[in-house]
C-alpha cells in the first residue's frame, strides 16, 4: 500500500526549480494538506574525511496558528511519521521526523513548528543486530548481506549503492566486494557471548578497513571511498536490493569545480564568508587488530531450524532414528536404539579450519528422554582432523583417542549416560601438532536392553582457547619518516582481519564463504598485502600533508558527495560539512584537502612495521 501525504510544502526557487516536502500518515484519509515553512538539507559535521557513517538529515520549520497546530506530529515514539524532500522531482532525503527535536513557540498567535527529520543511521547505535522477527543471525554471511541487514533496521528499505575498488588476491576486479567475502555473524556478539553487538558497530566493523564511507543521497544508501576518488572522480556502484542482492551497476561523476560568480561558475561562491584555515598532516598511526577467540568453531551452536526440515549450516546424513525437527525451534532429537547399531547422524556443514598446537574444547549440551525405565545410555560422537576438506580415501585422517591423544587408529568417543535429564560433555582435547579439518561427527545414541527414550541435543560447541602469554592480536603501525607531523592519530582497534583459520571472530572469507583471506589488492596496482595494512596506508596517504580547510557559502544545490576542486586553489577537496537552504539556494558548506599520491618510503627505512599483540595497546611516537 502507497503511503498517505497528509501534509506538504511546495514551492519554486529562484532558479525556477520545484522543490516538495511530503509528510506522511497512513491513518489519514482526507486531502492532502497544503502548508508553508522553510526547509534546509543538511549532513552530519565532521573532521575526519574518512569517518565513516555520514548521517542525513532536514531541518524544518512549519508554519503554525491555532487553526493549524500541528500537534498530530508530535509522538514520543521513533520511526513513526516518514517524510521525503525532492528538489526538481528528484528524492534526495527519505526518512523519520525525530521526536526529540519537536519544539512550538505559543507566544503569537501565529508561530513556528520545528523539527529535525534524519535517515535513521543514528538509531543503529541503538539497535541490536537481530533479524526481522528479533532472533540473533547465525552462519556466515556476505558483506552485502550483512550491512542490508543492519541498514534495515532504520525502518527504510532502500537499494544499496557501494564502490569499493579493493579485492582480495585471486578475485577478478569484475566481480563485487561485498557480494564475494563472508563474515562469521557469531562474532557479532560482546565477549559475555549474550549481549548482541549494534548495528553501527556492525557497520563499522565491515566499512572501516575497506576506508569506505556511508551516507544517504537520491533515497538510497550509498558507499564510497574518498581515496579511490582523487585520481578518477566517477565512481561505479555496484547496486544491491534492500535485502542485499546485487542488481547491476551505473557510472556516477563526482567531479564538481566552484569558483567565482563573475568568472561564470555554478555553483558559486556567495555571502562574501569564504575563509581557509590549516589542519596539520598526519605523522603516525597505529591499527590494533584484535583476534577474539571464536565462542564456537561451528555455526549455529543452538541447532537452529527455521523451516523445520533442515538445521542450517549441519549436515543431517540419516533421518533414521531422527525425530521430526520444529519449524523455527532449535536442538535435534534422536532416538536411542540398541547398542552396536550406531549411525553418523549430524556433522557440520563446513569443517573449521585449525592451525598448528590450536586446543578445542567440545561442548555437548542435551536431555535424555526416558520412555520405559532407567537403563544405560551412551553418548556416541567421533572427533578427527582430516588434511582435506573431505575425509575420504585419499586423505591422512587422525582420530582422537580415548585417552584424548591423537593417532591414526579409527575410534568413537562414548559417555556413559546413568540418569534421565539435563546433562553435558565438555571434553578438552589437547592441541594437534599440524594443520587441517576439524570434523564432529554425531552418531546415534546408544542403550542396553529395555532402556528406550531418546536424546535432545540443546547446543554443540567447539571453543578454542590459548594459554597465558599467547598471542591476542597484531599491530600495523605506519610512520612518515620524510617532513614528519607532530600529530599521533589515536590508536585504531579492529576486530576483523586476515587470518588463516577459523579460531578467531575476526576471520574474513572468500566467496566460497570457506577459505580465509590472506592478501588483497587494489585496482590497477600490483601488489599483495593484508587488508589492514592496505587500510592504514590509505588513512597516511590520504594525510600526508598539511591540508587546506575551506569554508563559506556557495550559490546553488551541489551533490555531498563530490569531489571539488575550488578556482584559485590546488588540490582535491571533499565536502565534511553541508547544510542547504532551500529557499535561499544557498549551500553552506566545508570542504577539506585530500591527498592521493603513493607515499615514497620503504618499507626497510620504518614507514610500515608488522608486531605481534600480546596484550599491551602503545600509542606509536614519531621516530622522524
Not at 556511508?214 to 533515497?219: C, I, P
Amino acid at each position: 500500500m502507497a503511503d498517505t501525504v497528509k501534509y506538504y510544502i511546495t514551492h519554486s526557487d529562484i532558479e525556477g526549480i520545484e522543490h516538495r516536502l511530503n509528510i506522511y500518515d497512513n491513518t489519514y484519509t482526507g486531502e492532502s494538506i497544503q502548508i508553508d515553512g522553510r526547509i534546509t538539507l543538511t549532513y552530519a559535521e565532521t573532521d575526519d574525511a574518512l569517518e565513516c557513517i555520514r548521517g542525513q538529515g532536514l531541518s524544518v520549520e512549519l508554519e503554525a496558528n491555532s487553526n493549524l497546530t500541528f500537534n498530530d506530529l508530535w509522538t514520543e515514539e521513533e520511526k513513526t511519521i516518514k517524510v521525503d524532500y525532492k528538489r526538481d522531482n528528484v528524492i534526495l532525503f527519505v526518512g523519520w521526523l525525530n521526536p526529540e527535536g519537536f519544539f512550538e513557540n505559543y507566544v503569537d498567535t501565529n508561530w513556528l513548528v520545528s523539527f529535525d527529520c534524519v535517515d535513521g543511521l543514528g538509531y543503529l547505535k541503538d539497535l541490536s543486530f537481530v533479524d526481522a522477527n528479533g532472533f540473533p543471525i547465525v552462519g556466515r554471511k556476505s558483506y552485502a548481506e550483512i550491512l542490508a541487514i543492519a541498514l534495515q533496521r532504520t525502518g527504510l528499505h532502500q537499494y544499496i549503492f557501494a564502490d569499493i575498488q579493493i579485492r582480495y588476491t585471486g578475485l577478478s576486479t569484475v566481480l563485487d566486494i561485498l557480494s564475494n567475502v563472508y563474515a562469521n555473524t557469531e562474532r557479532y556478539k560482546k565477549d559475555d557471548d549474550a549481549t548482541i553487538m549494534d548495528c553501527e558497530e556492525v557497520i563499522r566493523d565491515i566499512l572501516e578497513p575497506f576506508g569506505a564511507c556511508l551516507t544517504s543521497y537520491n533515497g538510497a544508501w550509498h558507499i564510497y571511498k574518498p581515496n579511490q576518488l582523487y585520481f578518477n572522480t566517477e565512481a561505479r556502484f555496484d547496486i544491491y536490493s534492500w535485502e542485499g542482492n546485487l542488481i547491476t551497476n551505473i557510472p556516477f561523476d563526482t567531479d564538481l569545480t566552484i569558483g567565482s560568480e563573475w568568472n561564470g561558475f555554478y555553483p558559486h561562491h556567495c555571502s562574501a564568508n569564504q575563509k581557509v584555515e590549516n589542519k596539520s598532516s598526519l605523522g603516525a598511526y597505529r591499527i590494533n587488530y584484535k583476534y577474539g577467540l571464536s565462542q564456537s568453531l561451528v555455526q549455529n551452536q543452538y541447532l537452529y531450524s527455521e523451516g523445520g526440515v533442515s538445521i542450517e549450516h549441519w549436515t543431517i546424513n540419516s533421518m533414521t532414528n531422527v525425530l521430526p525437527l520444529t519449524p523455527g525451534g532449535s536442538g535435534i532429537r534422536i532416538t536411542a536404539v540398541s547398542s552396536g547399531s550406531e549411525i553418523n547422524q549430524l556433522e557440520p556443514a563446513l569443517a573449521p579450519i585449525i592451525t598448528d598446537a590450536t586446543a578445542v574444547e567440545i561442548y555437548i549440551s542435551y536431555t535424555w528422554t526416558l520412555l520405559f525405565f532407567e537403563a544405560y545410555k551412551w553418548l556416541n560422537y567421533r572427533i578427527i582432523v582430516s588434511d582435506k576438506i573431505l575425509p575420504d580415501a585419499t586423505a591422512t585422517i587422525y582420530y582422537l583417542q580415548e585417552d584424548l591423544t591423537w593417532g591414526t587408529t579409527d575410534y568413537t568417543q562414548q559417555t556413559q549416560v546413568w540418569s534421565s535429564g539435563s546433562h553435558q560433555v565438555k571434553t578438552p582435547i589437547k592441541p594437534f601438532s599440524g594443520d587441517g579439518y576439524f570434523y564432529l561427527q554425531l552418531y546415534t545414541p546408544t542403550h542396553s536392553f529395555n532402556g528406550a527414550g531418546y536424546f535432545t541435543f540443546n547446543q554443540i560447541r567447539l571453543t578454542p582457547f590459548q594459554n597465558t602469554g599467547a598471542i591476542i592480536g597484531e599491530f600495523h603501525t605506519f610512520q612518515k619518516l620524510d617532513k614528519p607531523s607532530a600529530k599521533v592519530k589515536d590508536v585504531v582497534t579492529v576486530a576483523t582481519g586476515d587470518n588463516i583459520a577459523d579460531i578467531y571472530e575476526g576471520t574474513i572469507y572468500k566467496n566460497d564463504s570457506i577459505t580465509p583471506t590472506e592478501t588483497w589488492n587494489r585496482k590497477g596496482y600490483v601488489e599483495s598485502k593484508s587488508l589492514l595494512r592496505i587500510m592504514g596506508e590509505e588513512t597516511m596517504r590520504l594525510n600526508q600533508l598539511s591540508s587546506r580547510i575551506f569554508s563559506g557559502d556557495v550559490y546553488g544545490y551541489f551533490n555531498y558527495m563530490s569531489t571539488v576542486t575550488i578556482s584559485g586553489f590546488d588540490g582535491v577537496f571533499i565536502p565534511i560539512e553541508y547544510s542547504y537552504d532551500i529557499k535561499s539556494n544557498i549551500t553552506s558548506a566545508k570542504f577539506r584537502q585530500i591527498y592521493g599520491n603513493e607515499i615514497n618510503e620503504q618499507d626497510d627505512d620504518g614507514f610500515y612495521e608488522f608486531n605481534y599483540d600480546y596484550g599491551n595497546t602503545v600509542k606509536p611516537t614519531i621516530k622522524g
